[in-house]
């Protein structure tokens, strides 16, 4: 069985900033890409950064120079800093891991998602 569990969205004020954590958890052998995606209401899913086990990342247009992705391999850890936040950014904020695991005498491989955090900025 394997987890993600995102922490530290909230209510901020723009141009204020928040930093969020995923933690996997379980039967995990390998961790690969993982990432944070959002969804604001009424839209689709969409990346805001990923960032690969060798800490290569991929950032979204719209948050460059404003959120960085970091990860730390020991604790199957992903942080997300987000600064300068805008009103925009409001949308609940999905953790995701590409990752093998163990289960059962076999190896598996599969995408997990974490159940969401809410992240709002206030005008």
């Known amino acids: 069985q394997v987890q993600l569990v995102e922490s530290g969205g909230g209510l901020v004020q723009a141009g204020g900033s928040l930093r969020l954590s995923c933690a996997a958890s379980?039967?995990?052998?390998?961790?690969?890409?993982m990432g944070w995606y959002r969804q604001a209401p009424g839209k689709q899913r969409e990346l805001v950064a990923a960032?690969?086990?060798?800490?290569?990342?991929n950032n979204a247009d719209s948050v460059k120079g404003r959120f960085t992705i970091s990860r730390d391999n020991a604790k199957n850890t992903i942080y997300l800093q987000m600064n300068s936040l805008k009103p925009e950014d409001t949308a609940v904020y999905y953790c995701?891991?590409?990752?093998?695991?163990?289960?059962?005498?076999?190896?598996?491989?599969?995408?997990?998602w974490g159940q969401g955090t809410q992240v709002t900025v206030s005008s």
């Open positions: 995701n891991a590409d990752l093998t695991y163990y289960s059962r005498g076999y190896y598996g491989t599969n995408v997990y």
């Open positions: 379980g039967s995990i052998k390998t961790i690969r890409t």
């Open positions: 960032i690969t086990s060798g800490g290569g990342t």
